[in-house]
């Protein structure tokens, strides 16, 4: 009976214990040994930079990241600044004949590298890396997504036409960066042949934006509401689409009268509505109060949501980041005038936009 | 009765408003003393300025230190200390010593070797001093009430010291740290004047702050010699402020103190306000304290943080750079090593045009953003993109950021950067060679000043001695030392030949106390060659010309010798530096000293006989002397004729064996963008037959293939231009063969009203245009225009527009009854178009 409740602790205290990720002491190494795993690579400023010496000692010396990490290869990779010939001689050392791979904003960081050198994703941003309990969950976010991706990737690649990019678009709404080598000339047919799938590797905004420049209101409806019919692109994409036409209508030109605020309040709303929490959203916001609302976008203390990505005070404390995350769909109040715009009679009628879903 | 009575009403009552009205300046109340001014200041700064009513006359004032004290009454204006700028020299009131009222001889280099040497010990000394840091609180916070009095103290007191006032007695001074000090306080009191400073001590730490200031030596002497020191008063009042703010203690921290003066000196210089430069101390030095900057911050001198602490548009708010929360941003979501800010404009999609369309120069462009970004300018801008602007100012703000040396900098058409990683300037997102600095010492905005300057202050402690010297000189010139003063600026240009206001200085001098001293002025002009123009060559030569031939010049009746030392100063470059730069200024100001037409030819003749020779400066002599001939008067249009011809047979003289073809060519191909841009018609087809001729392996064999319109090709005599800025002109004679039937290449870039245009030999009736791109198949999303002028100002439309045909553009005049002179071709939007390998008018000249 003791023995069995001894049997219990043991086995207790051995599934607390975190499983140890491997270490790897150079970047060749790790990209040998990490096989299907995620590299994790604490980058950090070695010889310039008192904040990674901070972030050092409380994510390395105090151990608080690779035991976590499970099964990831941990890689510690200082970055010296003007190098001495020993500290060039230390990094010759740690990277061979690899170099790191671009991308990376921001130092110290915890970058995701996958096998063949890809980044994958990192967790970069001040607040974040602060501490080592936040920094630790953005990771195993990170971390999750990673393997979660991996798997549809795989999936793809054993799948055939429309199947292939259906695994392949599942994988690339994950908020985690593809490898570049993953859409080969196979599976880029696949996505083509597979109807609208395609679309979301093909798509340059910019391109919207041109096609739309030539059209009269009617046509140019047409032509949106047909893109968002087709389906395949991401609720990003679908924001940028929105953007243009709203843009469209909005500046009117060459002949054509800007559209009422109604017809813009019920674009940029739709847009916003697509995903409130990206920078798109975002942006739909702030068009709603300064293209509809007729307001200002005023310096006001800003929601809590956004404090925390960013928010620096008038004498230079910053919490900030580059946050993609921040604004919710709360409404930013309109500064001079809250009363919502008068409908503009000059507008095009509701003729040209047949088939709107207003 | 009645009238006196109405008269003696009316004479009290006038009494009475005239005495409401003097009441305040006769009995001025406490609270009126407070508007404090500065004087001399363009933007005086203006405290607590209350209207009086008068209801606390009863009121006991609290005289405490944060009070102002009452403006003390003006000294006799015999004894104020004017504030000396630049470019004057205020001579003090005191008596004209006879044996120093002369110009000393001009020196051959053998007689500079004692002062020389003494100068380097100087330099020894002051780089061991400077460790030590000599304190001397002689004068006390009370003291500094009255400047004038402290100064004519230190300047009986120098004077007396300097004895005989010879070479070796003035630098053995020198050497004495207190001496230094002495006139380190002698120094500031000029340059602010002693208005001013009574005016610094009126605030509330005013006379705490001079005191303190003026009793260290090592603070004073980086105060006053580590670059321009322009609105030195208002400097000291932002000084005296961020002392007030921080307190004696805190401003002993070195970092902390060069913090606070160097961002005071910018904030004055800059003219920029007060409560941006108390915005952005705090933002510096709560950083550093913080651990937030790069560590090479803590080892930057001065002159270097200024470039850092006055980097521009400091006031909070949407699309500055420079406010206190974007510099936060930068600093912690782009930090990097230093190495890598050079580039970092990277994190940036390049963007002419958001998502939604709008222009990146219309408000639209980020307006809606500007609340989710926090209104941080670098935030937005990765979000969203931008172009060259938004992408050099990223990079460079997240470097200034750090604490690390950074510039914006003009290209034409153009924004790029300049970054220092270690002690060496690079350029970042740069595509020309002309740059405009946007952060300058010197008010010389180009690249060679900002090496110049890098080199300058590099050799600190030599740099240290001279700028003494020169205060030295300065000092001795207000106390009408004449003979002296000279010598003290001779030895300071001689010891740190590459100090560009000292030399300024110098030659403002000799040309106040010695103009028709040609021994002298040709001693200077040595003393540039020999020192800034063995490396620094634009500064070089514009010094020479700006300062030195003005005034040399008339005094050389030789010309050919004259002509000789103008060709002479090319001949001494190697290259063209650090940098290419314009030589045409300098042309210009030698070319302007000639008052005849034959003095002129003889002068071009020479310098197209030395220059023509030198593959670097071969094309830009050719440029400009086409510039010249355009600008020339038109009289009877001989002189042109002349020049031109001259400049023809110099380019026909080029070489042409294989090993200098390319020389020739890139020589040639800068002549004929700079015909182009002048409209020159003739001597575009003379260059480039000549380079058909010369170079034909550089042309294409075989042109494309056309289908052309009736008529004759009246383009093919006449010259192209595009709107593109081009950076490399080394193949611009191919713009001629785009009119040709062989063809050729240039870039095609049509921005809103910009394309390409032709000028034609004569007015034509036009009956189709041809133009043949690189591109295969053209989009067709946007058309081109094509615009017809007489004059080539006023411009009109024909229709139709360009039909596109694969890579090609037809235009189809016939029955349209487009006839000009001149040709455009025009396309909407803001895209890079494919290069054009020809470009065919059609058409019958007119017969007048």
């Not at chain 1, 678009?169 to 395609?198: W, Y």
């Not at chain 1, 692109?233 to 109604?262: C, D, F, N, V, W």
């Not at chain 2, 208002?234 to 203690?249: D, F, I, N, R, S």
């Not at chain 2, 080029?654 to 890139?666: F, I, M, P, R, V």
């Amino acid at each position: 009976m003791i023995k069995n409740i001894f049997k219990m602790l043991a086995l207790g205290v051995l599934m607390a214990v975190p499983s140890f990720a491997a270490v790897a002491r150079t970047y060749p190494d790790a990209l040998a040994k990490t096989g299907k795993n995620p590299i994790v690579i604490f980058i950090y400023g070695a010889n310039y930079d008192k904040v990674s010496e901070k972030t050092y000692e409380a994510f390395i010396k105090k151990n608080k990241i690779a035991p976590y990490v499970r099964q990831c290869t941990f890689l510690e990779m200082p970055l010296y600044q003007m190098p001495s010939d020993r500290e060039k001689k230390d990094m010759e050392k740690r990277l061979g004949n690899k170099r790191l791979p671009g991308g990376i904003r921001c130092y110290p960081c915890l970058a995701v590298v996958d096998a063949k050198g890809n980044l994958r994703g990192a967790v970069q941003t001040p607040e974040e890396m602060k501490d080592p309990e936040v920094a630790l969950a953005s990771l195993k976010t990170l971390v999750a997504n990673f393997y979660a991706q991996e798997k549809l990737i795989e999936k793809a690649r054993k799948a055939k036409g429309e199947k292939k990019a259906e695994f392949l678009l599942a994988a690339s709404d994950i908020d985690l960066q593809m490898p570049s080598d993953v859409i080969g000339k196979e599976e880029r047919k696949s996505l083509e042949d597979a109807s609208a799938l395609g679309n979301r590797v093909e798509f340059d905004p910019l391109t919207v934006v041109e096609a739309l420049q030539t059209k009269d209101y009617s046509s140019a409806n047409s032509y949106v509401r047909n893109l968002m019919a087709q389906g395949g692109y991401s609720k990003l994409q679908r924001q940028m689409i929105m953007a243009a036409y709203a843009g469209h209508l909005r500046r009117g030109g060459e002949g054509r009268t800007p559209a009422s605020k109604e017809r813009l309040r019920a674009l940029y709303t739709e847009m916003r509505n697509i995903d409130p929490n990206s920078t798109y959203g975002a942006y739909a916001e702030g068009a709603l109060v300064i293209w509809v609302e007729g307001g200002k976008l005023t310096d006001d203390p800003i929601p809590t949501e956004i404090n925390r990505v960013g928010n620096t005070s008038d004498d230079g404390n910053s919490s900030g980041s580059s946050g993609n995350t921040a604004m919710g769909s709360t409404t930013i109040p309109a500064a001079d005038d809250d009363t919502p715009g008068a409908v503009d009679d000059d507008a095009p009628s509701d003729a040209d936009f047949e088939g709107d879903d207003f | 009765m009645t009238v006196r009575l109405i008269k003696l009403l009316t004479a009290s009552f006038l009494f009475f408003c005239l005495g409401i009205a003097l009441f305040p300046s006769l009995f001025p109340t406490k609270v009126e003393k407070k508007v404090t001014k500065v004087q001399n200041v363009d933007t005086p700064i203006v405290r607590d300025t209350k209207v009086d009513d008068w209801s606390h006359d009863d009121e006991i004032v609290d005289d405490d230190d944060s009070a102002w004290e009452e403006e003390p009454e003006d000294t006799t204006p015999e004894r104020r200390i004017g504030r000396q700028d630049d470019e004057t020299f205020d001579e003090d009131d005191v008596p004209l010593d006879a044996r120093q009222n002369v110009v000393p001889e001009a020196r051959v280099q053998a007689q500079f070797t004692s002062a020389l040497g003494e100068m380097r010990r100087l330099t020894d000394k002051l780089e061991k001093q400077e460790a030590e840091n000599f304190t001397n609180d002689e004068f006390k916070a009370d003291d500094w009430a009255d400047p004038e009095k402290i100064y004519f103290t230190l300047a009986d007191r120098i004077i007396s010291k300097l004895g005989k006032l010879d070479d070796a007695t003035i630098l053995k001074f020198m050497q004495e740290p207190g001496n230094r000090l002495d006139l380190a306080r002698v120094t500031l009191i000029r340059k602010a004047g002693s208005q001013a400073i009574r005016s610094v001590t009126t605030r509330p730490k005013g006379k705490e702050l001079m005191a303190y200031l003026c009793s260290d030596l090592n603070w004073m002497t980086n105060m006053l010699h580590s670059g321009p020191t322009k609105n030195m008063e208002q400097a000291l009042c932002y000084l005296e402020t961020l002392y007030g703010k921080v307190g004696a203690e805190e401003l002993k921290v070195p970092v902390t103190r060069r913090i606070a003066t160097t961002t005071a000196m910018e904030f004055a210089r800059e003219g920029w306000s007060e409560n941006d430069m108390i915005n952005r101390f705090n933002y510096y030095n709560n950083s550093w304290k913080e651990g937030k900057l790069n560590s090479y911050f803590d080892q930057l001198q001065y002159w270097e943080t200024r470039f850092v602490t006055g980097c521009k548009q400091p006031s909070d708010g949407a699309g500055n750079w420079g406010s206190p929360r974007n510099l936060a941003w930068h600093r912690d979501n782009v930090r990097l090593p230093m190495e890598q800010y050079l580039g970092a404009e990277g994190q940036l999609a390049y963007r002419l045009r958001n998502v939604a369309g709008d222009s990146v120069f219309s408000a639209e462009y980020l307006a809606p953003i500007w609340k989710y970004v926090n209104f941080t300018t670098g935030w937005a801008y990765r979000e969203i993109g931008g172009v060259c602007g938004a992408l050099s100012h990223y990079a460079t703000f997240s470097a200034l950021a750090a604490g690390l040396p950074a510039a914006t900098m003009g290209e034409p058409g153009h924004c790029a950067y300049a970054m220092r990683i270690g002690n060496t300037w690079h350029r970042g997102n740069s595509i020309y060679w002309q740059h405009s600095l946007h952060k300058t010492f010197w008010g010389e905005p180009e690249w060679g000043y900002l090496h110049l300057t890098q080199r300058l202050y590099e050799e600190r402690f030599k740099t240290c001695a001279a700028d003494q010297l020169v205060a030295m000189a300065d000092f001795l010139t207000a106390r009408r030392k004449m003979k002296a003063a000279f010598s003290c600026y001779e030895i300071a240009v001689k010891a740190q030949p590459n100090n560009w206001p000292a030399l300024k200085r110098y030659a403002a001098y000799l040309k106040l106390k010695a103009p028709n001293d040609l021994e002298k002025w040709m001693t200077l002009h040595d003393t540039v060659m020999d020192g800034m123009g063995k490396e620094h060559y634009h500064a070089a030569a514009t010094m020479q010309a700006r300062y030195v031939y003005p005034n040399l010049a008339p005094l050389i009746k030789d010309r050919a010798k004259l002509n000789k030392m103008y060709s002479g100063l090319f001949n001494h470059f190697k290259d063209w530096g650090a940098n290419r730069w314009d030589i045409a200024p300098i042309l210009d100001a030698q070319i302007s000293t000639c008052a005849t037409d034959s003095e002129k030819k003889a002068y071009l003749r020479e310098v197209l006989r030395v220059l023509m020779r030198r593959p670097d400066y071969s094309g830009a002599v050719l440029t400009w002397g086409l510039g010249y001939i355009s600008r020339l008067p038109e009289g009877d249009g001989k002189i042109q004729e002349e020049f031109t011809n001259m400049l023809v047979q110099a380019m026909s003289r080029t070489g042409a064996s294989s090993k200098q073809l390319d020389e020739t060519w890139a020589t040639l191909g800068e002549a004929i963008h700079a015909a182009a841009k002048n409209k020159e018609r003739r001597t575009f087809q003379a260059i480039g037959k000549l380079a058909y001729r010369k170079c034909k392996k550089k042309f294409n064999k075989k042109g494309p293939r056309i289908k052309g319109f009736p008529g004759r090709v009246v383009s093919a005599t006449g010259w192209i231009d595009t709107a593109t800025t081009i950076g490399d002109m080394s193949n611009c004679c191919l713009h001629w063969g785009v009119l040709q039937r062989y063809g050729g290449n240039m870039p095609g870039k049509f921005e809103g009203k910009a394309g390409l245009t032709v000028g034609m030999e004569k007015k034509s009736d036009l009956t189709g245009v041809v133009c043949i791109t690189h591109e295969k198949a053209l989009k067709k999303d946007r058309p081109f225009y094509l615009e017809v002028s007489d004059d080539g100002q006023n411009w009109y439309r024909v229709r139709p527009n360009g039909e596109i045909k694969g890579g090609e553009i037809r235009f189809n005049l016939k029955g349209s009854g487009a006839a000009g002179k001149f040709v455009r071709m025009l396309r909407e939007g803001d895209k890079y178009e494919p290069g054009i390998a020809g470009f065919y008018v059609y058409g019958r000249p007119q017969k007048n």
